[in-house]
């Protein structure tokens, strides 16, 4: 998804701890601090020019920038790789993001055109998104992800491919504390679980929606909305599976 830019600065708010080793860096757009078993981990990176205040907020836990090792870019969109450069800059950290998404992160093409989801809501956020572009830094993607396998630094995190929203979008399942799902825009949790506001495919998100709803989760954490923290793989499936 795309925002006007100059919301960034006040996209960020405090973080939060969810569970032992996971924090929340809520916003716009919500980033996650995770510590996995290759180190501190970022997943997603926010919007353009939001990267101070992401450091701000890692700092206030007492992990340093340079203690993040790895940084997962869940998808190619604005508000989640906007942060990415700046923040490998001051990190460090090594990059990961699907094959398929690749070339837009690394700035070699455009982005995919987008459809608003159904509903006048999502058809006046989503046309407006589509028509702002904020300039986004290129980064560089050091390791592809690979689908149904662990992350390379993580045995215990498989990572999913989870196309519709986005061609290259994943989903990350971490075998903890009954299953913690990181969704990122797969769907929503705007008042109960919904569309993104913007997909590429909307048929192709259902069906990774479905495909999602097959495993077993306690938590799920969304790019966009509050995260769920018990019941979760209940509610995707009474929302996404057909009855
Ligand atoms: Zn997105
Ligand atoms: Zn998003």
Known sequence: MRFPPGKSDVAQATM???IDGLYIIPGLVNMYLAEMAGGWTLIDTGFPKSAGKTIESIRSVGVAPEDIRHMVLTHCHVDHVGGAAAL?????????????????????????PVKPSPGLRNRIIGTL??????????THVDVILEPGQALPFADDVSVIHIPGHCQGQVA??????????????????????????????IAEAGRSLEKLSKLDFEIACFG??????????GEFRRTWLPA
């Open 172 to 201: 990350l399942l971490w075998a903890r504390d009954g299953g913690v799902l990181i969704a990122a825009d797969a769907c929503v949790n705007r008042k109960g679980l919904q569309y993104a506001v913007v997909n590429e495919d």
């Open 88 to 112: 490998k800059l001051a990190s460090g950290a090594t990059t990961y993001a699907h094959h398929d998404d690749v070339a837009i992160i690394q700035g070699e093409r455009g982005f995919r």
């Open 129 to 138: 998104i589509t028509k702002i572009v904020p300039k986004v830094e290129p």
């Open 16 to 18: 939060r701890k969810l």
């Open 224 to 233: 966009h909305g509050d995260p769920i923290l018990s019941g979760a793989s």
